[in-house]
C-alpha cells in the first residue's frame, strides 16, 4: 500500500505538468506494484483516473530518485469528453518539467481536429512534435490531410507552427509551404493575415497583404497594402474600437495611386481614388449626465470620397452593394421616453456622378439635410380612452454651397376617436388632423417662366377629418379558416391658408441682367441647365391630405386545418373627389402550397397615367435537396405636368437555382437580366462539393459594373469574366483562386 501511495502522488504531479492543469487528487489501480530500490513498477491494467483525467498503460515506472515516470503500451489518455491521447511510449521528467512520447495519437472531439507524430517532446514553453500528420477527417482514409516534417505548440499564446508543410487531398500531395502557422484558439493576436492575389486584365498581378494588430483589447487596427503591377498601388486600412461598455466604432479609409501611364490608358476621371468611412454607435450619452427611465442611441455612418473606385479598389471583386452614385452620410441620435421621443438627425449626399463632370460646383448643389430636430409626443388618450391625440414637430435645414437654401419647419397634430358597435362586428373612429408648416427662403427665386417671387417666407397650413369604419370577420369551414377585414376611409379638407406655388422648377434658374435690363439665365443654369428643384423642401402636401378622397381596402388569409397559411390577398382604391379620377390601384395574392412552392404578385396600377407603375411577380420552390426562385420586378414612375412628362423606368428579371446531388455535391446558379435595356447585367454557376471535415466550390460568373471616366459626356462599364475555385479546410480555414478577364465598352450620350 505505501508504494502505490508513492506512485499516486506523482500522478498528480503527472496530470498537472502533462495536460497544464491544477494537481488533483488520483488514485492508481494496477494488477501489480511492486518497488525496487528507487524504482516503483506497476504491471497489468494500469489506471489512474481523477475528477478531470482517465489514464490507462499496458505498464508504468517511477523512478522516485530522479523523478521521472514512464508509462509504457496502448497508453490512453482522456480528458473530459473532448480530449484523447493514444500513444506506445510516453516519458515525463517531473523535475525538470519535460515530456517525450512516441508513436503519438492525439484527437480533440470538439474541434474535431486529430494529429499523429511519430515523436514528441514537451517543456514549460513548447510542445513539439516530428513526423506529424494532422486532419479533421476520417482517421482511415482522410479526405485531405497536412503532412509536415517538424512542429511545436507555444503553450503560452496558443499558436502553433508548422515546418514543411505538404497539403494533400487523398493520397496526392497538392500545395506545399515551407512554414504555416495557425492560432488554436480565438485569442487576437498581431500578425500577418491570409494575403489575396490574383491577375486582373488591364491592371496585371494583383497582391494584397494585410497587417493586423492587435496590442490592446479596446482596439486594433488593418492595414490593407496593395498592389497592381499595370495600374498602381495603394493602401486601405481600418481601426476598430471600443471606447466605453455602450460604444463601438470603426474608421476606414484609404487611398489608391494610378500609374501616370495607365491613367492615360484607362482613361479614369482621377489619378487618386482615396476617402474615409466613420461608424460609432453609442448607447449611453446623456446616460451620463441626468437619471431617468429613458433609452438612448446615437448612430453616425460618415463617407468622404472622390468617386466611386475607392470603393471598388477595396479588394480584387470590388464592393456591389456600394456601388451607387449616391453616397450618403447619417447621424441619427434619440432620447425616449414611454410619453416622449427626441430626434436630431442629419444627412449629407455626394453624388458622385457630379463629382466626375467638367462643372466647377462638382457636388456644390447637392441639397444637404443639416440638421433635422423632431419631437414626438406618443398617442395618448385625453378626457376619455378612446380619444387618443400626438403631437409632432419638425424642423429642417436645407443647406448647400450653391443654390437655394431653406430651413422648414411643421406641425402635425392629429386627435381620435374610436369605437366598437353591432357586438364589435363594425369598428368606427373619426380623427381631426392639423398640419402647418413655414419655409424661410434664402434667397430670391423665379418660376420656370421666369417670374420673381419676391417673398422669401412661405406659410401653409391645413386641416382635414377622416371618418373610417372597419370590421374583422372570421369563420371557420369544415377544410379551412377564414378572416377577412374591410376598412374604409373617408378624408375631407377643411380649411386651409397659405400656398406653396408648385410651379416653382428650377433654383437660381434666372437673375438679373442690370445691363440690358431683363432676366437672364444664371450662371449655375447656363453651366447645369438640368438642376431642377428638389422636392423635399415641400413637406407632406400630398393630394391625398390635401383633396377630398377616399379609400377601400381590403384584406384576407386561408389557413387550412393544420393552421397553415396558404392563402394571402388584399387590394386598396381610393378616389380622389377635387380632381375626379381615380387614385392608384393596389392589389397583391400569395398563394402558399404544402409541397414548398410559393406564388404571389404585387402590382400598383396608376388610373392616371393608365399604366402599371409597379409589378412584382415571383415564384419559389424549396426542400431538403431543391430550391428555385424566379422573380421579375416592373416600375414605371412618371412625373412633372402635361408640358414636361418624364419618368424613371427599371424593368429586371432574377432567377436562382440550387441543387443536392449525389455524392455531397450541389449545384447552383444566379441569373440577373435587365429587360429595359436588354442586357444580363450578371449570371453565376457553380458547384459545390461538402463534407464533414472540408468543402470547396468552383463558379463561373459574368457581370457588369460601371466605370467612371475622363469624359462626362460618355459612359463607360466593365465586363468581367471569371473563374472562382474556393477551397475551405476544417477548422484552419481556405484558400480562394480567380482568373477574370475584363472587356471595356461604353456609348456617348
Same mark, same amino acid.
Given at each position: 500500500?505505501?508504494?502505490?501511495?508513492?506512485?499516486?502522488?506523482?500522478?498528480?504531479?503527472?496530470?498537472?505538468?502533462?495536460?497544464?492543469?491544477?494537481?488533483?487528487?488520483?488514485?492508481?489501480?494496477?494488477?501489480?506494484?511492486?518497488?525496487?530500490?528507487?524504482?516503483?513498477?506497476?504491471?497489468?491494467?494500469? /489506471?489512474?483516473?481523477?475528477?478531470?483525467?482517465?489514464?490507462?498503460?499496458?505498464?508504468?515506472?517511477?523512478?522516485?530518485?530522479?523523478?521521472?515516470?514512464?508509462?509504457?503500451?496502448?497508453?490512453?489518455?482522456?480528458?473530459?469528453?473532448?480530449?484523447?491521447?493514444?500513444?506506445?511510449?510516453?516519458?515525463?521528467?517531473?523535475?525538470?518539467?519535460?515530456?517525450?512520447?512516441?508513436?503519438?495519437?492525439?484527437?480533440?472531439?470538439?474541434?474535431?481536429?486529430?494529429?499523429?507524430?511519430?515523436?514528441?517532446?514537451?517543456?514549460?514553453?513548447?510542445?513539439?512534435?516530428?513526423?506529424?500528420?494532422?486532419?479533421?477527417?476520417?482517421?482511415?482514409?482522410?479526405?485531405?490531410?497536412?503532412?509536415?516534417?517538424?512542429?511545436?505548440?507555444?503553450?503560452?499564446?496558443?499558436?502553433?507552427?508548422?515546418?514543411?508543410?505538404?497539403?494533400?487531398?487523398?493520397?496526392?500531395?497538392?500545395?506545399?509551404?515551407?512554414?504555416?502557422?495557425?492560432?488554436?484558439?480565438?485569442?487576437?493576436?498581431?500578425?500577418?493575415?491570409?494575403?489575396?492575389?490574383?491577375?486582373?486584365?488591364?491592371?496585371?498581378? @494583383?497582391?494584397?497583404?494585410?497587417?493586423? $494588430?492587435?496590442?490592446?483589447?479596446?482596439?486594433?487596427?488593418?492595414?490593407?497594402?496593395?498592389?497592381?503591377?499595370?495600374?498602381?498601388?495603394?493602401?486601405?486600412?481600418?481601426?476598430?474600437?471600443?471606447?466605453?461598455?455602450?460604444?463601438?466604432?470603426?474608421?476606414?479609409?484609404?487611398?489608391?495611386?494610378?500609374?501616370?501611364?495607365?491613367?492615360?490608358?484607362?482613361?479614369?476621371?482621377?489619378?487618386?481614388?482615396?476617402?474615409?468611412?466613420?461608424?460609432?454607435?453609442?448607447?449611453?450619452?446623456?446616460?451620463?449626465?441626468?437619471?431617468?427611465?429613458?433609452?438612448?442611441?446615437?448612430?453616425?455612418?460618415?463617407?468622404?470620397?472622390?468617386?466611386?473606385?475607392?470603393?471598388?479598389?477595396?479588394?480584387?471583386?470590388?464592393?456591389?452593394?456600394? #456601388?451607387?452614385?449616391?453616397?450618403?452620410?447619417?447621424?441619427?441620435?434619440?432620447?425616449?421616453?414611454?410619453?416622449?421621443?427626441?430626434?436630431?438627425?442629419?444627412?449629407?449626399?455626394?453624388?458622385?456622378?457630379?463629382?466626375?463632370?467638367?462643372?466647377?460646383?462638382?457636388?456644390?448643389?447637392?441639397?444637404?439635410?443639416?440638421?433635422?430636430?423632431?419631437?414626438?409626443?406618443?398617442?395618448? #388618450?385625453?378626457?376619455?380612452?378612446?380619444?387618443?391625440?400626438?403631437?409632432?414637430?419638425?424642423?429642417?435645414?436645407? /443647406?448647400?454651397?450653391?443654390?437655394?437654401?431653406?430651413?422648414?419647419?411643421?406641425?402635425?397634430?392629429?386627435?381620435?376617436?374610436?369605437?366598437?358597435?353591432?357586438?364589435?362586428?363594425?369598428?368606427?373612429?373619426?380623427?381631426?388632423? !392639423?398640419?402647418?408648416?413655414?419655409?424661410?427662403?434664402?434667397?430670391?427665386?423665379?418660376?420656370?417662366?421666369?417670374?420673381?417671387?419676391?417673398?422669401?417666407?412661405?406659410?401653409?397650413?391645413?386641416?382635414?377629418?377622416?371618418?373610417?369604419?372597419?370590421?374583422?370577420?372570421?369563420?371557420?369551414?369544415?377544410?379551412?379558416?377564414?378572416?377577412?377585414?374591410?376598412?374604409?376611409?373617408?378624408?375631407?379638407?377643411?380649411?386651409?391658408? &397659405?400656398?406653396?406655388?408648385?410651379?416653382?422648377?428650377?433654383?437660381?434658374?434666372?437673375?438679373?441682367?442690370?445691363?440690358?435690363?431683363?432676366?437672364?439665365?444664371?450662371?449655375?443654369?447656363?453651366?447645369?441647365?438640368?438642376?431642377?428643384?428638389?422636392?423635399?423642401?415641400?413637406?407632406?402636401?400630398?393630394?391625398?391630405?390635401?383633396?377630398?378622397?377616399?379609400?377601400?381596402?381590403?384584406?384576407?388569409?386561408?389557413?387550412?386545418?393544420?393552421?397553415?397559411?396558404?392563402?394571402?390577398?388584399?387590394?386598396?382604391?381610393?378616389?380622389?373627389?377635387?380632381?375626379?379620377?381615380?387614385?392608384?390601384?393596389?392589389?397583391?395574392?400569395?398563394?402558399?402550397?404544402?409541397?414548398?412552392?410559393?406564388? &404571389?404578385?404585387?402590382?400598383?396600377?396608376?388610373?392616371?397615367?393608365?399604366?402599371?407603375?409597379? !409589378?412584382?411577380?415571383?415564384?419559389?420552390?424549396?426542400?431538403?435537396? $431543391?430550391?428555385?426562385?424566379?422573380?421579375?420586378?416592373?416600375?414605371?414612375?412618371?412625373?412633372?405636368?402635361?408640358?414636361?412628362?418624364?419618368?424613371?423606368?427599371?424593368? @429586371?428579371?432574377?432567377?436562382?437555382?440550387?441543387?443536392?446531388?449525389?455524392?455531397?455535391?450541389?449545384? $447552383?446558379?444566379?441569373?440577373?437580366?435587365?429587360?429595359?435595356?436588354?442586357?444580363?447585367?450578371?449570371?453565376?454557376?457553380?458547384?459545390?462539393?461538402?463534407?464533414?471535415?472540408?468543402?470547396?466550390?468552383?463558379?463561373?460568373?459574368?457581370?457588369?459594373?460601371?466605370?467612371?471616366?475622363?469624359?462626362?459626356?460618355?459612359?463607360?462599364?466593365?465586363?468581367?469574366?471569371?473563374? @472562382?475555385?474556393?477551397?475551405?479546410?476544417?477548422?484552419?480555414?481556405?484558400?480562394?483562386?480567380?482568373?477574370? !478577364?475584363?472587356?471595356?465598352?461604353?456609348?456617348?450620350?
Amino acid at each position: 500500500m505505501k508504494k502505490s501511495k508513492i506512485l499516486i502522488l506523482t500522478f498528480g504531479a503527472l496530470v498537472a505538468n502533462l495536460l497544464n492543469a491544477k494537481v488533483q487528487n488520483v488514485e492508481l489501480i494496477a494488477d501489480n506494484v511492486k518497488r525496487n530500490g528507487f524504482l516503483t513498477i506497476a504491471r497489468g491494467n494500469v /489506471t489512474v483516473y481523477s475528477q478531470d483525467y482517465f489514464l490507462t498503460a499496458d505498464r508504468a515506472t517511477y523512478d522516485e530518485k530522479n523523478e521521472i515516470i514512464e508509462l509504457f503500451g496502448n497508453v490512453n489518455a482522456m480528458r473530459g469528453d473532448n480530449e484523447t491521447t493514444r500513444a506506445e511510449y510516453i516519458k515525463i521528467d517531473l523535475k525538470n518539467n519535460t515530456q517525450e512520447g512516441k508513436a503519438t495519437f492525439m484527437m480533440d472531439k470538439d474541434a474535431e481536429l486529430w494529429m499523429q507524430n511519430d515523436e514528441s517532446c514537451s517543456d514549460s514553453e513548447y510542445y513539439r512534435v516530428k513526423g506529424s500528420v494532422i486532419s479533421s477527417c476520417n482517421v482511415n482514409d482522410p479526405d485531405w490531410k497536412i503532412k509536415f516534417s517538424s512542429g511545436k505548440l507555444n503553450k503560452e499564446s496558443k499558436f502553433l507552427h508548422l515546418f514543411n508543410p505538404r497539403f494533400y487531398i487523398g493520397d496526392v500531395p497538392v500545395f506545399y509551404l515551407p512554414y504555416f502557422g495557425v492560432p488554436t484558439d480565438t485569442t487576437r493576436r498581431t500578425g500577418l493575415l491570409p494575403p489575396e492575389g490574383g491577375y486582373i486584365g488591364d491592371e496585371g498581378v @494583383y497582391y494584397k497583404q494585410p497587417i493586423y $494588430f492587435a496590442s490592446y483589447d479596446s482596439w486594433d487596427l488593418q492595414l490593407d497594402p496593395q498592389v497592381r503591377s499595370r495600374r498602381g498601388f495603394g493602401v486601405y486600412g481600418t481601426f476598430r474600437f471600443a471606447d466605453s461598455p455602450y460604444s463601438r466604432g470603426e474608421i476606414r479609409g484609404g487611398v489608391f495611386d494610378n500609374f501616370t501611364r495607365a491613367q492615360e490608358r484607362l482613361e479614369y476621371k482621377n489619378e487618386k481614388h482615396h476617402g474615409y468611412e466613420i461608424e460609432y454607435d453609442r448607447s449611453k450619452l446623456a446616460g451620463y449626465l441626468i437619471d431617468g427611465n429613458f433609452k438612448e442611441n446615437l448612430w453616425i455612418d460618415f463617407t468622404k470620397l472622390n468617386d466611386l473606385e475607392y470603393y471598388d479598389l477595396k479588394s480584387k471583386g470590388g464592393v456591389d452593394e456600394d #456601388d451607387n452614385a449616391l453616397v450618403t452620410s447619417k447621424l441619427n441620435y434619440y432620447l425616449t421616453t414611454d410619453d416622449h421621443y427626441f430626434g436630431l438627425y442629419g444627412r449629407y449626399y455626394i453624388d458622385t456622378s457630379k463629382l466626375n463632370q467638367d462643372s466647377v460646383f462638382q457636388n456644390r448643389d447637392t441639397v444637404q439635410e443639416l440638421p433635422t430636430a423632431q419631437y414626438h409626443k406618443f398617442i395618448d #388618450d385625453i378626457f376619455v380612452p378612446n380619444l387618443l391625440y400626438s403631437v409632432d414637430l419638425k424642423a429642417r435645414n436645407f /443647406t448647400r454651397q450653391e443654390g437655394v437654401t431653406a430651413r422648414q419647419y411643421e406641425l402635425d397634430i392629429p386627435l381620435s376617436y374610436s369605437d366598437r358597435f353591432l357586438g364589435d362586428y363594425l369598428g368606427l373612429s373619426v380623427s381631426e388632423r !392639423v398640419y402647418m408648416t413655414h419655409i424661410d427662403w434664402s434667397d430670391k427665386y423665379y418660376y420656370a417662366n421666369g417670374e420673381l417671387e419676391a417673398d422669401k417666407n412661405t406659410f401653409y397650413a391645413n386641416q382635414y377629418t377622416e371618418f373610417s369604419a372597419f370590421t374583422d370577420l372570421a369563420k371557420a369551414y369544415e377544410s379551412f379558416y377564414h378572416t377577412m377585414i374591410w376598412r374604409a376611409d373617408l378624408r375631407i379638407p377643411g380649411w386651409q391658408k &397659405g400656398e406653396i406655388d408648385k410651379r416653382i422648377l428650377k433654383s437660381h434658374q434666372y437673375e438679373y441682367d442690370e445691363k440690358n435690363g431683363n432676366l437672364r439665365k444664371s450662371r449655375l443654369a447656363r453651366l447645369q441647365d438640368s438642376l431642377y428643384w428638389e422636392d423635399n423642401f415641400l413637406g407632406e402636401l400630398a393630394d391625398e391630405y390635401t383633396h377630398e378622397n377616399i379609400a377601400l381596402g381590403m384584406t384576407q388569409y386561408f389557413y387550412d386545418e393544420n393552421g397553415r397559411k396558404f392563402i394571402r390577398h388584399s387590394a386598396k382604391q381610393s378616389y380622389d373627389f377635387d380632381d375626379e379620377e381615380l387614385g392608384n390601384f393596389d392589389h397583391r395574392f400569395d398563394i402558399y402550397f404544402a409541397n414548398g412552392l410559393n406564388l &404571389g404578385n404585387r402590382f400598383t396600377y396608376s388610373h392616371k397615367y393608365d399604366s402599371f407603375s409597379k !409589378v412584382q411577380t415571383y415564384a419559389n420552390y424549396s426542400n431538403s435537396d $431543391f430550391s428555385a426562385s424566379i422573380s421579375h420586378a416592373y416600375t414605371y414612375d412618371q412625373f412633372g405636368d402635361k408640358n414636361e412628362k418624364r419618368y424613371k423606368k427599371d424593368n @429586371y428579371t432574377i432567377a436562382n437555382l440550387s441543387a443536392n446531388l449525389p455524392g455531397n455535391n450541389k449545384i $447552383f446558379g444566379r441569373w440577373e437580366y435587365d429587360l429595359a435595356r436588354s442586357y444580363s447585367k450578371m449570371w453565376r454557376l457553380g458547384i459545390t462539393h461538402t463534407r464533414k471535415c472540408w468543402n470547396y466550390s468552383f463558379v463561373y460568373q459574368e457581370d457588369i459594373e460601371p466605370k467612371n471616366t475622363s469624359n462626362a459626356d460618355y459612359t463607360k462599364a466593365k465586363k468581367e469574366h471569371g473563374f @472562382y475555385f474556393f477551397v475551405n479546410f476544417y477548422p484552419f480555414g481556405g484558400v480562394g483562386y480567380d482568373f477574370s !478577364v475584363d472587356t471595356e465598352y461604353g456609348e456617348a450620350q
